[in-house]
């Protein structure tokens, strides 16, 4: 059962445009939840995170959305730029005794055309 | 500051044989953990631990061992190789419980034949 689920395997952009990058979860016991960005042949970096007592949280040209009703998060860049293009995770923490582990999301291959 | 290291970066085993992963990390973080990230599967958490000396399972542990004898190691044991366990094995750590900014390891292909 995935709990994370970003149902779009890909999504292609034109260098300048807003990229918007979907995940929906299911477990509404998650409080915290983590956008995570992965180029080929390397680990996960870290982009942006969002508590559940928010509904938007900003970073530069990156913002996540947050509806909790909906459990749904968005992740927004703009403007996108061609070195925006790699594999974003949307992750999940249920805090408490859930300390420590991540629910990731199957990822989306964000490409920008210059 | 060398972050989160892993090694080795690349090995390929035979079915039935044993190795042991390993993770480390220089910035005294409590919380690690040992993901395994498979095509379309995302990635899923194998074990985690949340301070020296305790650890505890995630979502896909069978196959795998794990010990936190120190904070700075994380090391993932395979007890019996089987082709299942063929993946990509990333090892992450933290200093916040809700894995905030978690580190990542340049991960581990593994192969198992």
């Known amino acids: 059962d995935q709990q994370v689920k970003q149902n779009s395997p890909s999504l292609s952009v034109q260098e300048g445009r807003i990229s918007i990058l979907n995940c929906d979860y299911t477990n509404s016991m998650f409080d915290y939840f983590l956008w995570y960005k992965k180029y080929p042949a390397e680990g996960p970096t870290f982009l942006i995170s969002i508590s559940s007592i928010k509904d938007k949280n900003e970073d530069g040209r990156f913002t996540v959305f947050l509806n909790k009703s909906a459990k749904h998060l968005s992740l927004h860049i703009v403007p996108s730029q061609p070195g925006d293009s790699a594999v974003y995770f949307c992750?999940?923490?249920?805090?408490?005794?859930?300390?420590?582990?991540?629910?990731f999301g199957q990822g989306t291959i964000l490409t920008v055309h210059p | 500051n060398a972050g989160v290291t892993q090694t080795p970066k690349f090995q390929v085993l035979k079915t039935g044989q044993s190795m042991t992963l390993q993770c480390a990390q220089d910035m005294n973080h409590e919380y690690m953990s040992w993901y395994r990230q498979d095509p379309g599967m995302g990635l899923r958490l194998i074990h985690y631990s949340v301070g020296a000396g305790i650890t505890d399972q995630g979502e896909v542990p069978n196959g795998y061992n794990v010990s936190r004898s120190t904070t700075e190691d994380f090391p993932l044991r395979l007890l019996s190789a089987a082709p299942s366990q063929t993946s990509v094995y990333f090892c992450?750590?933290?200093?916040?419980?809700?894995?905030?900014?978690?580190?990542f390891g340049q991960g581990t292909r593994l192969t198992v034949v």
């Open positions: 992750a999940a923490n249920a805090g408490g005794t859930s300390y420590g582990k991540l629910t």
């Open positions: 992450a750590s933290s200093y916040s419980p809700g894995m905030s900014q978690a580190f």
